[in-house]
């Protein structure tokens, strides 16, 4: 490739970068479980982030917008999100024994809606 071609590309790259941080005003990313943890895994971490670790779990119980899908990897995912949002100002981390992963698609669905803060 020529180099013409690739500072093309790389100007390319930077407008959508920039188009997508003043889209949104600024980069979104949300904290779920990962989907190869193993659900014994999950429901530790999951236990952890709605006792020790704070977060607000009360949309994950029962009646309440984020009960269904009524499974770990949901429930984990809504937890871990809340944590990490509640907390990452403060030096929280995405990670919860790598169960974890970071992601830039929205997981809310239906009237379940996952909070990103700044």
Known sequence: ??????????????????????AGGGFREWCIADEQTPDEDLLKALDWAC??????????????????????KDHA???????YQKFKNKGAICYFNSAAIITDLDPSHNSCKFETVP
Request: proline residues 4%; contains cysteine; positive net charge.
């Open 77 to 83: 995912s809504y937890a871990f999100n809340n944590y």
């Open 1 to 22: 490739m020529s180099s013409a071609l690739h500072r093309i590309l790389l100007v390319l790259c930077l407008v959508s970068l920039l188009l997508q941080m003043t």
């Open 51 to 72: 006792g020790k670790g704070g977060a607000d779990c009360s949309k994950i119980q029962v009646n309440q917008p984020c009960y269904h899908p009524n499974t770990i």
